[in-house]
């Protein structure tokens, strides 16, 4: 067992509500200990069945373990719960061409591919897709001839159903199929639309519902990585209990929660009844410039709100 | 460790605070208290002591270090928390015209001396 994989166990059993089980469940698939990282990914799931990242974990380890059915319902599940969760478009866009259907294939690659325009793999499979689905209408009469829908190509067997990282790479590849990487650095086209126009965009603003799902921003920890999602299940009910303090004292609605960290300034408010607006600046952003700026996120939060209702 | 109830005292001398608690962190229990008549210390200790460590484990995950210092903005006034170490959290209840910069300061002095 690896010290990081030890590490993050240990951690996990210390504080069974700890969203270090999604990278240990990564972890674990990466390393091929695919019984492992189910266990795990089912004791996160059951504690955060409305994680969106755990339904994508899950989805992993049944490609791994070549069951892309359920693979396809956990991706599914997953863009239920986030809806701009682009690892499962990717995910998703790979079993529709595995399955031979391009234009679902390429709906679900598009959308990756307008999230993070970057990312080679993602446009390099939509490529490949699109040059399928243009040879498939080249050849109806072949197609015809066997009795077979002419919009769908053949099946693919790239990959043998293994999950669509960057550790099949050389697999997907060298059958001709598409090539993946999970990397969810990207931002969404939606996340990007709530806070357009304000000065730094969305960078470092998460807007969340009550359930702890988020609605829209991003953020990232010092390192780049992406944990809106694990932050976002964290704050729910942080407004309902923030309510029920001021209230139980006597002090009125609840308008901000400043938190001073050690390495930064986070501000807290609600833009609506039913959600919560994180902003998280650096310590050279003074508290009260952080107040300001998020009660300017919080107006253009209540706006999109508005519009998307 | 000084005298937690002392150091209690001293923080109700800064204008408009209401009061402030010493609160276990695991259990939300007040360990020392020093506050005005009407001010429920109970839901003081055990509210803010919830919301210090679900905050703690947000800033844990965002991976930022943990919360020194958190004021909760009201209509009618302010609550503010500090940890003191790992097992306490040091509590108090401002009203509106309190001078919550001051307070800030003197809560972290305080925090200081009882970890």
Avoid at chain 2, 68 to 83: I, K, R, Y
Avoid at chain 2, 101 to 107: I, P
């Amino acid at each position: 067992m690896s010290d990081d994989i030890r590490g993050m166990t240990a951690e996990l059993a210390a504080d069974p509500d700890s969203l270090i089980f999604l990278e240990l469940g990564e972890a674990l698939r990466r390393r091929g200990q695919l019984d492992a990282a189910f266990k795990v990914a089912r004791t996160g799931l059951g504690r955060y069945p409305e994680l969106a990242r755990a339904h994508d974990l899950f989805a992993r380890i049944f490609c791994d373990r070549k069951e892309p059915d359920r693979a396809f319902e956990s991706w599914v599940t997953a863009l239920q719960f986030d809806p701009s969760l682009v690892s499962a478009h990717k995910g998703l866009g790979f079993l529709y061409y595995q399955a031979g259907d391009l234009a679902s294939a390429e709906k679900h690659l598009a959308y990756a591919g307008q999230a993070d325009p970057d990312d080679g793999g993602t446009a390099t499979a939509l490529e490949r897709v699109r040059a399928d689905a243009t040879a498939a209408k080249a050849a109806p009469a072949s197609v015809s001839a066997a009795g077979a829908e002419p919009a769908q190509a053949e099946p693919r067997a790239a990959g043998d159903g293994a999950a669509p990282d960057d550790v099949m790479l050389p697999t997907i590849a060298g059958a001709g199929g598409l090539a993946f990487s999970f990397d969810e650095g990207a931002r969404s086209p939606v996340q990007e639309a709530v806070f357009s126009g304000l000065d730094g965009g969305a960078d470092g603003l998460l807007l969340v519902d009550a359930n702890g799902l988020r609605l829209g921003g991003g953020l990232r920890n010092p390192d780049g990585q992406d944990v809106a999602d694990s932050v976002a299940a964290l704050l729910a009910g942080v407004s309902k209990e923030a309510a029920r303090t001021t209230r139980l004292l006597a002090l009125g609605d609840w308008r901000g929660l400043a938190v001073e960290c050690g390495d930064g300034n986070l501000f807290l408010s609600a833009p609506s009844d039913s959600t919560l607006l994180l902003t998280v600046r650096g310590l050279d952003v003074p508290m009260g410039r952080v107040a300001r700026f998020a009660e300017r996120a919080s107006a253009a939060a209540r706006t999109w709100l508005e519009r998307a209702e | 460790m000084s005298n937690p109830v002392q150091l209690l005292e001293r923080l109700s001398t800064v204008r408009g605070l209401r009061g402030s608690v010493l609160v276990s962190a695991a259990d939300g229990l007040i360990v020392a208290e020093s506050l005005m008549t009407g001010v429920d210390g109970r839901a003081v200790a055990a509210l803010a002591a919830s919301l210090m460590n679900r905050l703690r484990r947000a800033t844990e995950s965002a991976g930022r270090r943990e919360p020194v210092f958190l004021q909760l903005q009201a209509q009618g006034g302010s609550v503010l928390a500090t940890p003191c170490g790992p097992d306490l959290v040091l509590v108090a209840v401002a009203g509106p015209d309190a001078n919550v910069g001051l307070a800030r300061l003197e809560m972290l002095e305080a925090a200081g001396k009882v970890a």
